[in-house]
């Protein structure tokens, strides 16, 4: 079956220590996505990509880098020079263009990383 | 701009019916809608694309006002299992191809 994965499901990571969160998706999608979640904030745009080798901002990536060297691929760093990095990340895949019409984007299981 | 949800919660029984609204202060493209359940991934609902559209499919239809860049999720005798928190996701016509989301709107359905 088609998805997208996400790993690990829970992190830990100490101040100071970058890590990096893995995204996979098998469902041939053009576009990935990267969005953190709090409570009461809704999810918010860190990183998206619609073709390899090129991504842009979101709304808060200030403190996380990206890469897209895969079209399955879209892992996301996590840097010692985010202030407040424990959250719950979502990533998300979808097509581009007409089809996201009738799929929307599909979502991750997500990985909640707590900062100790 | 994040878009602005209404109501922020709502408690129903269940068989009654429930409105969640979606505003933006940008012109929208398209409007999408998600549920989320605790602790889980958020699951794709409906896409809205053109002013004045309406979708549903159940119990659960939407509309998207595209001069008022404003959507309504309806949820008509409610279920249990319509327990969640949903999420408007927009697209701006001058950014197409990101959804920014709303804050959310908890449902609980009681039986």
């Known amino acids: 079956d088609g998805g997208i994965t996400q790993s690990p499901k829970y992190l830990f990571r100490k101040e100071g220590q970058n890590v990096t969160l893995s995204c996979e998706q098998n469902l041939n999608h053009d576009a990935m996505y990267w969005y953190r979640q709090d409570p009461g904030q809704g999810l918010r745009l860190i990183y998206y990509?619609?073709?390899?080798?090129?991504?842009q901002k979101g709304d808060i990536a200030e403190g996380y880098s990206v890469s897209r060297e895969k079209k399955e691929s879209f892992p996301l760093t996590v840097t010692s020079a985010q202030k407040n990095p424990t959250a719950f990340y979502l990533c998300?895949?979808?097509?581009?263009?007409?089809?996201?019409?009738?799929?929307?984007?599909?979502f991750g299981s997500g990985t909640r990383l707590t900062v100790v | 701009q994040q878009p602005v949800q209404s109501p922020q919660a709502v408690i129903l029984r269940e068989g009654e019916d429930a409105v969640i609204n979606c505003s933006s202060s940008?012109?929208?493209?398209?409007v999408h809608w998600y549920r989320q359940k605790h602790g889980e991934a958020p699951v794709f609902l409906m896409i809205?694309?053109?002013?004045?559209e309406q979708k549903g499919h159940d119990k659960i239809s939407a509309s998207f006002n595209e001069k008022k860049q404003q959507s309504s999720l309806y949820l008509t005798a409610s279920q249990l299992s319509y327990s969640g928190t949903y999420f408007c996701?927009?697209?701006?016509?001058?950014?197409?191809?990101?959804?920014?989301f709303g804050q959310g709107t908890t449902l609980q359905v009681k039986p």
């Open positions: 940008k012109a929208l493209y398209s």
């Open positions: 990509s619609q073709i390899v080798n090129d991504f």
């Open positions: 998300a895949s979808s097509p581009v263009g007409d089809k996201i019409a009738n799929y929307g984007y599909t």
């Open positions: 996701g927009t697209e701006s016509w001058s950014n197409t191809g990101k959804l920014i």
């Open positions: 809205l694309l053109k002013g004045g």
